[in-house]
């Protein structure tokens, strides 16, 4: 593999920030700065912390990396879950979302258990 974009919990996480995006625009403007900023940060940095795990060195390194994407992963279901509950969204909005979550969260917890006991220095990728 050569680029992070091939690794599947990649995919899957960017099919989560879409409907994250698609979800987050039907919170009330006064959400914002609130809700609807953090749900599209935390579901950003699934991403990004992804991306950054692929490009780390040591097993333990890329599955801290991989580890913190998937707490982010929890931190956007908990998003959905408030929204929820203060009526902003309904749970048949948030279903397909709560798969995404689910399945990016399984992805990068088969990286983590890939990477955690790795001590061996990987390959860099080429950017």
Known sequence: MKHFIELEAWQKGMELLKEVYRLSSKLPKEEKYNLKSQMRRASTSILTNIAEGFGRVTGPDKAHKYTISRG????????????????????????????????????????????????????QPQP
């Not at 509950?85 to 890939?114: H, M, P």
């Open 72 to 123: 982010e992963c929890t931190e956007v279901h908990a998003l959905l879950i408030i929204s929820i509950e203060l009526g902003q969204i309904t749970n048949d909005d948030a279903a397909y979302a709560i798969e995404l979550i689910s399945e990016t969260g399984k992805l990068t917890s088969e990286l983590i258990r890939k990477y955690s006991t790795l001590r061996i220095p990987q390959s």
